[in-house]
């Protein structure tokens, strides 16, 4: 018994069955050793006739539109079976395609009353998977492309300060040997550009659609497992060219990506902030990039040097991410490893500041600012800070802020009378008493002291109150006023002390002179 062929699309049969062509087309990319995948071609050539009716053209017409509706979607099933007539059939093919161009009705020697040729193209990505591994589904990709750039900043330069270079050093202070910023910086970006194709699944006559974008997707993901800055994906990014090796810290690893719904379009882009390592520079260090500026300040008016040292550090965020998706898992925020970079920088700010003084000056700065601000950008990552140092001398009272002593001297001047005339065109008459006016020293001393730490007791505001210490010091000069004159006399004494701002004053005045001599009151020898 002869066997028969029967075609059918999505469950309509087509009849009589077309002549059937297909080429295989198989999809490249650059120089990877095997196709992307593979695109099936296929042109069903075909005769419509109304046999056996005799109706012509009104069933004609009608054979038309049945072709017409039958190929009006994609991904139907096309079912191709053969066998003896009455069955059992069987399949030979059967694929979901996709309609490609229009429906071509062509010419006949009859002009369509008893034959009408026509021509459907047809396009699929699979022949039932015969050709891939058991249950795995053939990429249904038409094209990618896979980029990687390496950029180094060009606005911040590597520098190395040794600090125990620093002279005349503060006893117990513990100067940093090196200082350094890191050495090796790059920012690594990886595109992958994927263009897919959308693909039916199913066994019954409609298959089920699976979108483009879905699709690249899933073979992006698959093929680039996982993406990352590693051995396996990095390839020829990390060649000679720049230097760069993989034995670098990853940081702000960061992924965005970009949907083209209508082509089927996605491009997926990661980047990495990849600092190399270098023993020389504490862990924290490798985990922000700082910089900073050092300024030298000297005026006419003010007899002291001023330096000031400016800077921002900038966090880097330790990231991961879950597999293959776009969520993330912050490890480590920005912010975090600001704070810990700042808690061993902060103990440079004084040996940077004198490093660059001492070339400036044989003095040394005072080792404690005059003015520290820190600030906080806790969203950014970001610790900025602004110190001024000057080279005041050393503090004479124990854990002061500052100090400030002002020493003024009334020196004797002459005693006269005025004795007002009346009409006296020269003025009034001035006598001589032949004497002097006392010689005076004022002492003022005004100290700033740390605020209190506690607010249980009236004691707590004393505690930094440097009366003990001040007065000490007016000792001293008392001393000096005794040893040099007959005659020494306190003639006033006061003092104030405001605990919560730390600020204490005393003022102290001595009357003095000498029993013995002429003292004089001019200036001229």
């Known amino acids: 018994m002869a066997n028969v062929v029967l075609m059918s699309y999505g469950g309509v049969d087509i009849i009589p069955v077309p002549i059937i062509s297909i080429q295989r087309t198989s999809h490249q990319a650059g120089n990877r050793d095997n196709p992307l995948g593979y695109t099936f071609s296929m042109t069903l050539t075909g005769t419509l006739t109304p046999y056996p009716s005799s109706d012509g053209l009104i069933v004609m017409d009608q054979l038309m539109e049945d072709l017409r509706e039958t190929f009006n979607s994609d991904g139907k099933q096309l079912l191709i079976q053969c066998g003896p007539v009455g069955g059992p059939y069987t399949e030979v093919m059967s694929v979901y395609p996709r309609i490609v161009g229009d429906l071509t009705f062509g010419e006949s020697s009859n002009n369509w009353v008893s034959t009408i040729p026509y021509t459907i193209q047809l396009s699929f990505d699979t022949d039932d998977y015969n050709e891939h591994p058991t249950g795995e589904a053939p990429p249904f990709i038409e094209s990618f492309s896979e980029d990687w750039s390496v950029e180094f900043p060009q606005d911040r330069r590597h520098f190395v300060w040794d600090?125990?270079?620093?002279?005349?050093?503060?006893?117990?202070?513990?100067?940093?040997?090196?200082?350094?910023?890191?050495?090796?910086?790059?920012?690594?970006?990886?595109?992958?550009?994927?263009?897919?194709?959308?693909?039916?699944?199913?066994?019954?006559?409609?298959?089920?659609?699976?979108?483009?974008?879905?699709?690249?997707?899933?073979?992006?993901?698959?093929?680039?497992?996982?993406?990352?800055?590693?051995?396996?994906?990095?390839?020829?990014?990390?060649?000679?060219?720049?230097?760069?090796?993989?034995?670098?810290?990853?940081?702000?690893?960061?992924?965005?990506?970009?949907?083209n719904e209508a082509d089927g379009t996605i491009v997926l882009t990661e980047s990495f902030f990849v600092i190399g390592a270098n023993t020389g520079i504490p862990s924290g260090g490798r985990k922000i990039t700082e910089d900073f500026t050092v300024e030298v300040r000297k005026g006419i008016d003010i007899g002291?040097?001023?330096?000031?040292?400016?800077?921002?550090?900038?966090?880097?965020?330790?990231?991961?991410?879950?597999?293959?998706?776009?969520?993330?898992?912050?490890?480590?925020?920005?912010?975090?490893?600001?704070?810990?970079?700042?808690?061993?920088?902060?103990?440079?700010?004084?040996?940077?500041?004198?490093?660059?003084?001492?070339?400036?000056?044989s003095r040394r700065l005072h080792f404690n600012p005059l003015t520290k601000s820190i600030g906080h950008n806790p969203s950014k990552g970001i610790i900025t800070y602004a110190y001024e140092f000057n080279d005041r001398p050393c503090s004479f009272i124990s854990g002061s802020l500052s100090e400030v002593f002002t020493i003024t001297d009334n020196y004797p001047s002459d005693v006269f009378a005025k004795l007002p005339v009346l009409g006296r065109a020269?003025?009034?008459?001035?006598?001589?008493?032949?004497?002097?006016?006392?010689?005076?020293?004022?002492?003022?001393?005004?100290?700033?002291?740390?605020?209190?730490?506690?607010?249980?007791?009236?004691?707590?505001?004393?505690?930094?109150?440097?009366?003990?210490?001040?007065e000490a010091l007016l000792c001293d000069f008392q001393t000096q006023l005794t040893g040099a004159y007959d005659q020494v006399f306190k003639n006033s004494d006061t003092g104030s002390w405001n605990p919560l701002n730390g600020r204490y004053n005393r003022t102290v005045s001595w009357t003095y002179q000498t029993c013995t001599g002429a003292p004089t009151t001019t200036l001229c020898d």
């Open 163 to 259: 600090l125990s270079q620093v002279s005349d050093q503060i006893a117990g202070y513990s100067y940093p040997t090196v200082d350094s910023n890191n050495p090796f910086e790059s920012r690594i970006t990886h595109t992958v550009n994927v263009k897919g194709k959308q693909s039916w699944s199913g066994t019954g006559v409609q298959g089920t659609s699976i979108n483009a974008v879905d699709n690249a997707f899933d073979w992006a993901f698959s093929v680039f497992n996982g993406f990352g800055y590693d051995a396996t994906n990095y390839g020829h990014a990390i060649s000679g060219w720049t230097n760069l090796n993989n034995d670098g810290s990853v940081f702000d690893h960061y992924r965005t990506h970009s949907v």
């Open 304 to 361: 002291l040097t001023s330096v000031s040292i400016n800077g921002s550090l900038q966090g880097l965020e330790e990231r991961s991410y879950a597999n293959n998706q776009m969520t993330t898992n912050t490890i480590v925020s920005a912010y975090q490893n600001a704070s810990s970079g700042w808690a061993y920088i902060q103990d440079r700010m004084f040996p940077r500041a004198q490093l660059i003084f001492q070339s400036e000056s």
């Open 426 to 470: 020269a003025g009034p008459v001035l006598q001589a008493i032949s004497t002097i006016t006392e010689s005076v020293r004022e002492v003022t001393i005004e100290v700033i002291m740390p605020p209190p730490t506690g607010c249980s007791a009236l004691t707590d505001l004393d505690l930094y109150k440097p009366t003990t210490r001040v």
